[in-house]
């Protein structure tokens, strides 16, 4: 109990002074009509009294009256007085009254002044005052035996009974009220000890039995009476909610401690009225100080270790808040390292409470180290700069979604930002490429985390964008792969040139039909493909008649759009799979897959010769050529190569020649044996000089 | 002064002249009272006891010079009464009262109280003390000494194993209860029983036949009588005679009659206890007559009474006659 629970009133004390004065009231109350109903009673006995008195006293008077023994109804007289405690009795004895030559001879006794009884003198002025006094009386004819009168007796009564008993009946009220106060008091107050306030000093004695925090230590008492038992269980559940949100608050206070300390986060507390501030020592650990050395701190300990321009800056939104403009300071803001250097920290705070007038009074706030978050928004910001600058696209996917594509990506496929970002990565497939192009992909991407090789980049119109893609994993700290970044290099270009490098490599330049190089490439695929079918590939040599008077009359250019017209001309006689090639100047190879025999290629070869033969317009001019075919078949009943195959159709070309031009001839091994011998081979040099 | 004479003869001639001039003052003192006027209310004056002391009171108040009227009330209470009255209006200068009841003195003192005249009791008292002085019969020693006498008559006569009854004045009054006492103290002294006490109301001769009738019935050995008054001697005597125990029952009596002389000679009467009234007239008057020279008195002044019997009646019946019989 502290000297101010012993300061404070007690409950026991206050109600038992409230149920005294409460108890004290109702008997007095209770007095109050006990003595006014005593009163009038005893007034009603005091004229009962004098009634009494005065009958008896005429009674017993009359004989000794008649007899004129003065004395002795004179001690009648003082008999009654004094047995009744009259104030005063007084006779009048006609009799002796006639003796002593006066209307009557008075007698009586008065109680004077100090209690004792003196004879009445009627000549007495004070005893006649005294009877004066007197609060009641009676009179009363004495009479003889003859009814004639003898004198008279008159009874005064004073207010001494009625006073005396009044205040008897008021002492024993008075003494009824304190016993019955004292007896109900003593009775209520072990009453209220024994089932009141006996259980609460228990409840309040377990109380005490506190920790630190003034929470018991034990479970209160649980009391046997229903009213304090409630009230017992009540606190005991309060005390259990508190222990448990003192728990749950310790665990929030370490939660929030930790959180601090984990976080490296400064907290400063800000009395703003009087300048008084409170840092805790991370504040003073992120400039590089202990709290030490910067005692005694204040609010200019901060001013004078930020900067200038982020203190004025930090001033304005202090000043927004405080207004009510901003609902919370948040401030970042440079301060003097110990060493010298700048450090960024992220300075936020709340008023919490203010004045009755709405002045701030305590402001509280953390400091945040955010100079690495500032360096790396730098970097970020620089990296931001070649996201969104680059010519390359760039995607930033994570687990099979697109994050970000910039702008580059936009303009290489025509996506729209929002067409791909938080789309699958699967939109950029391309069907260009195989499953196992893919699967080697992200094979490298497991492994090496990175990936670079051309692709075709889906475009939104549909096309693909061919493009020097590289994939590179991005890990964390931990080696975990948190994302992916994706570089899309436009080689369209590049592909355009390889397109023409492949181009002139395997097309003639005037006609654009494949050259030896591709012919001699789908001649071997023709030959593999005859021979896994099973069926016949027929190789046509054709070399024009009369180009050459062509050339000497119209000139090159005139020989140049002639081929360039029949070259066309073969194309259009040709079936879909048939492939024709221009070996060079005036010859031309006819490749005749998917045959089943030499009937199916006269057709062919019969179009040829019309189609070749018939004139062309050179200008205003017109020209007429010719061709001779020489056709060997495959396969052959002995192994042949591409090129054996390709002399043998040449060297029934030749056969044509001499037979007369215009005309075809199919390779037979026999006949050809003599020509082979006397002509040059097929691929030498001296070939093309010859056509020419 | 039959002293002081004495003296004054043997003293020198200038004691002489001293004393000659004492005693014509003494002849002034002893007349002084001749301007007074003294009234004295006695209750019935045809009484021979109150006749004695209203001699003796005339005698001594013609001794000092008093004028006295006296006031017989007949025992008549409204008489007294009016004497009283009358006696205050005569604007007396002093009462001696002997009132017929020690109650009715009461009112007779308080009315001269009231008149501021003094008042000497004589006899029977009152019932208070506002009086000057109270002149009375010692009745304790008078019924001691008749008990003394009674007790060696029965002795004498070996009855004193008998018992002895008594006829009494009421018991209320002081002088009856005085009586009682002092015979019953002598007769216990030696041993002799009461055989009870009757007391008189009225006084009359039935009434004290029938009391003696009564307890010789009621007590067979009854051997005495003691009679508190004495003018019905003759009925106990009577009653006596009538129960036949004329001779077996002596008979005593408080009181004188002037018979009583020759009974007691005789021997019908053991004794009697004789009050002086006259004595008592006289020494009432002295008193007062002390008290309005502004002389100390005593409240309470005690007469002898003479406890006369055969053996000493011829010895004091010269004050028998005088303050006894007023002769």
């Known amino acids: 109990m502290t000297p101010d629970d012993r300061k404070s009133p007690s409950l026991l004390v206050k109600a038992m002074v409230v149920m005294t004065a409460v108890i004290l009231l109702v008997f007095s109350f209770h007095a109050v009509y006990v003595y006014s109903s005593q009163r009038a009673e005893i007034i009603q006995g005091m004229n009962r009294d004098i009634r009494e008195s005065l009958e008896r006293l005429s009674k017993n008077i009359e004989p000794f009256m008649a007899a004129y023994s003065i004395n002795e109804y004179e001690k009648l007289v003082a008999t009654e007085v004094a047995l009744n405690e009259h104030f005063a009795v007084v006779v009048r004895d006609a009799e002796m009254g006639e003796i002593i030559g006066e209307p009557y001879y008075v007698s009586g006794q008065v109680r004077g002044a100090n209690g004792n009884y003196i004879p009445y003198r009627k000549d007495n002025p004070l005893l006649n005052e005294r009877l004066d006094q007197a609060f009641l009386s009676g009179t009363t004819a004495i009479t003889g035996p003859a009814g004639e009168e003898l004198g008279q007796v008159s009874v005064y009564v004073s207010d001494d009974p009625l006073v005396r008993k009044l205040h008897a009946v008021l002492l024993e009220e008075a003494l009824t009220v304190l016993i019955l106060t004292v007896t109900l008091s003593l009775l209520l107050a072990v009453v209220l000890r024994r089932y009141f306030f006996g259980p609460l000093q228990r409840i309040s004695a377990s109380m005490r039995n506190c920790d630190a925090d003034g929470i018991p230590l034990a479970p209160l008492p649980n009391p046997r009476y229903r009213e304090v038992r409630v009230l017992s269980r009540t606190i005991n559940s309060m005390l259990e909610s508190i222990k448990t949100a003192k728990e749950h608050r310790k665990v929030e206070r370490r939660r929030l401690e930790n959180a601090i300390t984990g976080t490296r986060t400064g907290t400063w507390e800000w009395n703003v009225s009087t300048g008084e501030t409170v840092f805790n020592e991370r504040w003073a650990e992120i400039v590089g100080y202990t709290l030490e050395e910067l005692a005694p701190v204040s609010i200019d300990t901060w001013a004078s270790l930020a900067h200038p321009e982020d203190l004025k800056r930090s001033g304005e939104l202090l000043d927004r808040h405080f207004r009510g403009e901003l609902p919370y300071y948040e401030c970042e803001a440079r301060m003097r390292h110990k060493r010298g250097h700048w450090v960024w920290v992220l300075d936020r705070g709340c008023v919490m409470t203010r004045t009755e007038d709405g002045q701030p009074l305590m402001m509280y706030g953390t400091h945040q180290d955010i100079t690495d978050r500032k360096e790396a928004e730098k970097k970020l910001s620089m990296a931001a700069g070649v996201f969104r600058y680059a010519r390359e696209g760039i995607i930033t996917s994570a687990e099979g979604e697109i994050l970000d594509v910039n702008a580059a990506f936009s303009r290489l496929t025509g996506y729209a930002h929002s067409d791909v970002v938080h789309q699958d990565y699967s939109i950029l497939y391309s069907d260009r490429h195989s499953e196992l192009f893919v699967t080697s992909m992200l094979k490298s991407l497991d492994e090496e985390g990175v990936w670079s090789g051309e692709y075709w980049m889906p475009c939104r119109n549909g096309s693909a964008l061919p493009s020097l893609m590289t994939i590179a994993a991005v890990r964390n700290s931990a080696g975990e792969v948190e994302h992916y970044v994706t570089l899309v290099a436009d080689i369209s270009n590049l592909k355009q040139n390889e397109d023409k490098l492949r181009l002139i490599a395997h097309y003639d330049n005037l006609t654009g039909l494949p050259n030896r190089i591709l012919l001699m490439e789908r001649l071997r695929h023709a030959m593999s493909v005859a021979r896994r079918r099973n069926e016949l590939l027929a190789v046509v040599f054709l070399d024009l008649d009369g180009f050459k008077e062509i050339n000497d009359t119209y000139g090159h250019a005139a020989g140049d759009e002639l081929l360039t017209i029949l070259a066309d001309r073969m194309d259009r006689a040709l079936r879909e799979c048939d492939t024709v090639a221009r070996l060079g100047g005036d010859e031309f190879v006819v490749l005749l897959p998917d045959i089943s025999g030499k009937g199916d290629c006269t057709p062919v070869l019969d179009r040829l010769l019309a189609t070749l033969s018939a004139p062309a317009r050179l200008g205003e001019s017109e020209a007429h050529v010719s061709a001779s075919l020489g056709v060997a078949l495959y396969p052959q009943g002995a192994t042949v190569k591409a090129d054996a195959l390709l002399r043998q159709a040449d060297l029934a070309m030749y056969q044509a020649k001499q037979h007369g031009k215009n005309q075809y001839r199919f390779f037979s091994s026999t006949e050809i044996l003599t020509i082979a011998d006397a002509l040059p081979l097929l691929d030498s040099p001296s070939s093309e000089s010859r056509d020419n | ?327």
């Open chain 2, 1 to 327: 002064m039959t002293l002081s004479f004495m003296k004054a003869s043997q003293a020198s001639r200038p004691s002489v002249v001293f004393i000659l001039f004492l005693a014509l003052f003494g002849l002034v003192l002893k007349a002084h009272g001749a301007e007074k006027h003294l009234a004295y209310l006695v209750p019935d004056a045809r009484i021979p006891f109150w006749n004695i002391m209203t001699n003796g009171v005339r005698h001594e108040a013609a001794e000092l010079g008093y004028r006295v009227s006296v006031y017989s009330a007949e025992n008549e209470a409204r008489k007294e009464l009016e004497f009283t009255a009358q006696a205050i209006r005569d604007q007396v200068d002093g009462i001696i009262l002997s009132p017929t009841n020690s109650s009715a003195a009461v009112t007779v003192l308080k009315l001269a109280e009231r008149a501021g005249i003094p008042v000497v009791v004589s006899d029977i008292g009152a019932d208070r003390d506002n009086y000057v002085s109270y002149i009375k019969s010692n009745n304790y020693q008078g019924a001691y000494d008749l008990g003394e006498i009674l007790a060696s008559a029965l002795m004498q006569k070996r009855w004193q194993s008998g018992t002895v009854g008594i006829i009494a004045i009421p018991q209320k009054r002081d002088n009856g209860k005085a009586r009682t006492r002092g015979f019953l103290d002598a007769l216990e002294e030696h041993g002799i029983r009461s055989a009870g006490l009757v007391q008189q109301a009225d006084f009359s001769y039935r009434e004290t036949y029938d009391f003696t009738r009564q307890l010789i019935a009621q007590n067979p050995d009854l051997r005495a009588l003691w009679l508190q008054g004495s003018d019905r001697y003759q009925a106990a005597l009577n009653g006596i005679a009538d129960s036949g125990k004329t001779g077996e029952i002596l008979l005593i009596c408080f009181d004188a009659e002037p018979e009583f002389i020759d009974m007691i000679a005789d021997g019908r009467l053991v004794g009697a206890g004789m009050q002086q009234p006259f004595l008592m007239g006289e020494k009432a008057v002295d008193t007062m007559d002390l008290y309005l020279q502004g002389q100390n008195v005593k409240k309470v002044q005690q007469v002898d009474v003479l406890p006369v019997s055969s053996r000493n009646l011829d010895q004091w019946m010269p004050l028998i006659m005088r303050n006894v019989l007023g002769q």
